[in-house]
């Protein structure tokens, strides 16, 4: 009898081990993970067989019945670590590794720190490999688990990590996962971390899928000296396809998870619960799609500004959309206790369609689910019961937890800065800029508080100073040139207006040749063929950049030059339109160039500088030609080739746009070009890692119809075109031709000395209209300026109207006229210089995230199709403007001789209709920089349009007609402020 029970008892244990085998299957984007598929399973019995099953390379079932204890088995070191957060009990202490201490936290108490060697490094874990958990006992205590090298189709299962060095920060990492594959991380507990609970590295971790675990984070030290552990899920990879689903993520202060990289996450069915910080923190390139999930005693769900993408899934409505890419309608998210959460970026939802998708359960099953099931042994709500089953901090009810966490953020003010602070430093360590890192430090404070410059310590005298005058600089001087590259750029744009004029002659002296409406074919064709140019700025800029561009429109021009010089007159027209296309690239190029590569208080200045220069050159340019009676190819091919040799030299000599070479990974490239653009370090630094965190790398293949489709692109599709069609309507009743009224009042001027003085007073305005418009954009308001200049041109158009035959008629007459052409001129520049810094950042990618997860080049390339569409509307409006003059019964240009009601009534209109466009879609850029104007952009327009016309259009009234001086409330304190980011501009009123 003792023998059959003794059978009994080893039959049973036998029985129960070899009934362990994975359960279930992996949903979302691992689906299909097999592991060590049918392989015998194993079991080993000592932390050595453990590393070796884990590291061969044979398909394994590797079965964990006991704890692992790596505890001691590769001793400690002892050595001299740093307090980055005080030497108070509960806060965690740093390892001084790879001299993080030393490099970046050097201000910090020096502090002894004995450290087990085991933990710092995981077992690395080969592929084909499932690692499993026998009930509640398989433990591995003191090391975590890498899966990196390429390993691929692994499963971890039913297992704890537990007590990596909890107490110090780089002391390990529970799981690991970089350039992998086919990862599935099931019901996992993992508990009293130094480090991250989860981490996928910057390379490409591809396909995962994180279910079911427990990620405890109450712990005796964090960064936050709270008992709430900070380092919870970093998802950093730079092609990663992650589902999370199912997963209990409690007791966090802070990045639970953190998305970033080229991330696509889908999160669904999870239950945060517990946080005196943040769950969500999504970064450039972060996209997140969260349905389904409970959020309970979460004050702050996503830190803001959310620098990716996110779909919260806010409504049943608005998450129809799903069903589109997800193959179901996404479900509304739960809260308890919690802040907000709704945004709903739909973008990047394409990125989903054809891949493994996670199904999704409502929010209210998820609540009484996924806390009592998630995790190593199906712990209940708030307890494990599981071999790593805690022992501080059991809290019982909601009640003792918000009791334990009251004001948990005020005991401790300058977290926030040290939170910034952290997050400058892995910046600085993963893009190796140590020799920079206290001024990205610097850089990332002045970013969360601009006006904190004159008490941060460790600025110099020089900083302080340059930091004011970008602040509070009302000058309007304009400074002259002070580098090599702004002297490039001068020479370039005074290079590039000298063929301009050339072909404004020949198709003047052509015109005149012609009979009938052929006269209309060169002006009408080149401002399409301008147009082609404009677009081809678009493949050029993915493949060689903004300066190469530029540089490859600069030969376009050579080309045309020399073809004109050996080519016969007959073949003139073929070489002209490479002129008008190599212009047209140069103009898309540069005017984006010169928008991201100048500061925001100069950025007018700058782009106005350009446009002055160049029509100087075309000025000169204008005035050497007309003189010659006959333009033989002689004379035009080497005025149109040699300064197109100069432009392709001047844009040689330019660095390239520091937000390509973020895009392109080279961050130290972008640093240095900051400093060559007449800033001080801490500028350089600041504005390097602004663009990094706004950038928003790894957005979907772009395509003409994402103009239409996704929100923050349509918005600025939106405002950037009807400005320019804003610029066409304008120009009505200006750009046609007045030879009868100009010929009579050379007539009038001749025989009335006061009359010539008017006429020379009336030339010095025009000559000098070119730097008035530069000091007038740079002193008013974008948005403010371009309004009152079309309320202008309003009464110039009735002026220039042709009521009477008197001398002095005529005399206001003409100069209301030569006021038009100034007016207008204003109003071209502000529409070339809007269209350039309007299209979101988010946009000017490094690499877009396509269909089947591949990663596809898109460098920089959404501005150049923004610049090319809003330029595109202005000059094909003006273009149908022209050939609806030309196909009239009555020529618009009569009416300069004879006057005409109707065209009066018509130009009133269109310039009203352009008055109330630009109103209501324009956004002020004034003074903010390009990241600023993108995050405006997700801020929906129905909202702005609200704002303008119930609360700002009957204030103007008010104060217009009535004299009344109220506040006006700006938009981000009005209730019209809901659903997208704050522009603090908005709301400024005229």
């Known amino acids: 009898m003792k023998y059959r029970n003794l059978l009994a008892i080893v039959a049973g244990c036998i029985a129960s081990t070899s009934a362990v085998s994975v359960s279930g299957a992996a949903e979302g984007f691992a689906k299909g993970v097999t592991g060590g598929g049918s392989a015998t399973a194993v079991y080993p019995s000592t932390t050595a067989e453990l590393v070796s099953y884990l590291g061969d390379s044979e398909a394994r079932v590797i079965v964990l019945t006991k704890t692992f204890d790596f505890t001691g088995t590769e001793g400690t070191t002892t050595a001299t670590g740093c307090a980055p957060w005080g030497t108070a009990s509960a806060c965690q202490l740093a390892i001084n590794q790879n001299n993080w201490c030393t490099n970046y936290e050097s201000d910090a108490p020096s502090v002894s720190v004995t450290y087990d060697n085991a933990g710092v490094l995981g077992i690395t874990v080969n592929s084909n490999k499932s690692l499993l958990g026998s009930g509640s006992s398989g433990v591995i205590k ?38 992998a594959d086919m990862v599935w991380i099931d019901h996992v507990t993992t508990a009293r971390i130094g480090r991250q609970h989860l981490v996928l590295g910057t390379s490409a971790s591809n396909r995962v899928t994180i279910s079911n675990n427990y990620f405890n984070g109450v712990t005796s030290y964090s960064a936050t000296c709270d008992s709430y552990h900070y380092w919870g899920i970093y998802l950093d990879g730079s092609n990663d396809l992650v589902t999370m689903k199912g997963n209990y993520i409690y007791h966090f202060s802070g990045r639970s998870p953190k998305v970033q990289g080229n991330t696509l996450l889908h999160a669904v069915n999870n239950y945060w619960y517990d946080s005196t910080g943040h769950a969500f923190e999504i970064g450039s390139g972060g996209y997140v799609l969260a349905e389904g999930n409970v959020f309970q005693n979460i004050d702050t769900i996503v ?80 307890r494990v019961r599981s071999a790593v089953e805690l022992t501080e901090g059991v809290v019982g009810d909601n009640d003792g937890i918000r009791r334990a966490r009251s004001d948990s953020r005020h005991h401790d003010p300058e977290f926030p800065s040290r939170e910034i602070i952290l997050n400058a430093d892995e910046f600085a360590t993963k893009y190796d800029l140590g020799d920079i890192r206290h001024l990205l430090r610097q850089g990332a404070l002045l970013l969360d508080d601009p006006d904190s410059y004159m008490q941060r310590e460790g600025l110099t005298e020089e900083d302080r100073a340059a930091l004011a005058n970008e602040r509070f600089s009302q000058s309007r001087h304009i400074p002259f040139a002070n580098s090599r590259s702004d002297y490039a750029l001068h020479v370039g744009a005074f290079a590039l207006g000298l063929p301009v004029a050339v072909f404004t002659i020949l198709m003047s002296r052509t015109n005149a040749s012609l009979e009938g409406r052929t006269q209309y074919a060169p002006i009408l064709l080149y401002p399409f063929v301008f147009v082609v140019g404009l677009w081809l700025a678009h493949p050029l800029d993915t493949s060689v950049g903004r300066r190469g561009a530029a540089c490859i429109g600069a030969v376009l021009l050579i080309t045309s030059g020399l073809g004109r010089f050996f080519l016969q007159a007959q073949q003139a027209h073929v070489i002209d339109i490479i002129y008008f296309a190599g212009y047209g690239i140069i103009v898309c190029e540069l005017s984006l160039y010169l928008a991201e590569t100048s500061l925001p208080s100069s950025r007018r200045a700058v782009l106005s500088r350009f446009q002055l220069l160049h029509n100087a050159g075309f000025a000169i340019g204008t005035a050497t030609l007309t003189n010659l009676s006959y333009l033989s190819s002689s004379i035009t091919g080497p005025f149109v080739a040699i300064p ?115 006429l020379i007073l009336l030339d010095a305005i025009f000559t000098i209209r070119m730097y008035w418009m530069l000091i007038m954009s740079t002193s008013l308001k974008r948005r403010r300026l371009y309004l009152l200049v079309q309320m202008a041109m309003l009464v110039f158009l009735v002026l220039s109207q042709p009521a009477s035959k008197q001398r002095w ?115 002020e850029t004034h003074d903010r920089t390009l990241e600023e104007i993108s995050a405006g952009f997700e801020t929906p327009m129905r909202n702005i349009l609200a704002y303008r016309i119930r609360l700002e259009l009957p204030h103007i009234l008010k104060r217009c007609l009535l004299g009344k001086r109220s506040p006006l409330q700006p938009f981000e304190e009005s209730r019209y402020n809901t659903g997208g980011i704050v522009l603090p501009t908005t709301g400024d009123s005229l």
């Open 142 to 179: 003191g090391k975590g688990l890498r899966i990196v090298s390429g390993a691929s189709n692994i499963i971890i299962q039913n297992i704890a990590i537990t007590d990596i060095n909890p107490q110090y920060v780089w002391g390990g990492d529970a799981i690991t996962i970089n350039d």
């Open 303 to 382: 830190e803001s500004p959310v620098d990716g993408q996110l779909f919260t899934s806010p409504d049943s409505t608005t998450n129809k959309v799903c069903s589109t890419y997800l193959g179901h309608v996404c479900q509304v998210n739960g809260f308890g206790s919690s802040g907000t959460f709704s945004q709903a970026d739909t973008g990047f939802l394409a990125n989903f369609a054809g891949k493994n998708i996670a199904s999704a359960s409502a929010y209210t099953v998820v609540q009484s689910s996924v806390p009592s099931s998630a995790g190593q042994g199906r712990p209940e709500p708030h």
């Open 809 to 923: 008629w005529i005399a206001v007459q003409c100069a209301a006229g030569y006021m038009l052409v100034a007016l207008s001129a204003i109003s071209q520049l502000i529409t070339v210089i809007y269209t350039a810094e309007v299209f979101p950042l988010r946009y000017r990618s490094t690499y877009a995230l396509c269909p089947f997860g591949q990663i596809m080049p898109a460098n920089q390339e959404t501005p150049a199709l923004g610049m090319a569409l809003g330029t595109s509307v202005w000059l094909l409006t003006t273009a149908i403007l022209q050939l609806i003059d030309l196909y009239l019964p009555v020529p618009l240009s009569s009416v300069y001789v004879e006057i005409s009601y109707p065209f009066i009534a018509f130009a009133f209109c269109a310039h009203v209709f352009a008055l109330i466009a630009v109103y209501l879609l324009m956004v």
């Open 644 to 758: 197109g040799a100069i432009c392709l030299l001047c844009f040689w000599m330019l660095p390239e746009s520091p937000r390509l070479c973020i895009a392109q990974g080279d961050l130290r490239s972008a640093y240095e070009t900051m400093c060559q653009l007449t800033k001080v370090k801490v500028q350089a630094a600041r504005d390097t890692y602004q663009i990094y965190i706004s950038a928003e790398t790894g957005d979907h293949c772009l395509r003409l119809r994402d103009f239409l489709t996704v929100p923050a692109l349509r918005r600025a599709a939106l405002s950037s075109a009807a400005v320019a069609f804003a610029c066409s309507l304008a120009s009505i009743g200006e750009s046609t031709p007045q030879p009868g009224v100009l010929g009579n009042t050379e007539t009038y001027a001749a025989e009335s000395g006061p009359l010539m003085m008017i």
